[in-house]
């Protein structure tokens, strides 16, 4: 009978240590955008990455609070709350990208990984653009090229 098949990595610390360098992750992740970490740490924290971000889409004060709870300082709140929330308001899930480096870490040879938000200025690789940004645009294209005096060829 196998147990606990549905439990997060551990990372080698206690449960405590572990939310400790987790959160500071997290926080490090909104204030910067990208940071470079090891492969099963970045997994692990792009789940929590992604739920914050989830909170600040939805801007209300009750989600502010649940993000402070995880977040360490209050000005990289603000930052998720008023540039990574309207960044994603189309997209529904998938913030965070995690991309393996080539090379392992120097001293141990652990596997390296960069964790990132997608759709950022500057990032290494674009991301697909969500369907809700697809059909809103698209929508609105007839009415855009009338306006601006192109016919639209209809058969």
């Known amino acids: 009978m196998r147990k606990r098949l549905a439990q997060f990595r551990k990372l080698g610390r206690t449960p405590e240590h572990k939310w400790a360098m987790l959160r500071n992750m997290v926080t490090s992740l909104i204030k910067h955008e990208r940071i470079e970490t090891t492969l099963p740490k970045a997994k692990e924290l792009r789940h929590l990455a992604d739920k914050v971000v989830g909170y600040a889409k939805k801007g209300d004060v009750h989600a502010k609070q649940l993000a402070l709870r995880v977040v360490r300082e209050k000005p990289v709140v603000t930052k998720l709350f008023e540039v990574l929330g309207p960044r994603y308001e189309d997209r529904d899930g998938g913030y965070t990208r995690v991309m393996k480096l080539s ?18 200025p500057g990032e290494i690789r674009a991301a697909r653009v969500p ?3 697809k059909q809103r645009y698209f929508n609105n294209l007839g009415e855009v090229l009338e306006n601006a005096g192109i016919k639209s060829v209809e058969g």
């Open 131 to 133: 369907e809700k940004r």
């Open 103 to 120: 090379r392992p870490r120097h001293g141990d040879n652990a596997p390296m990984a960069v964790i990132e938000y997608v759709d950022r």
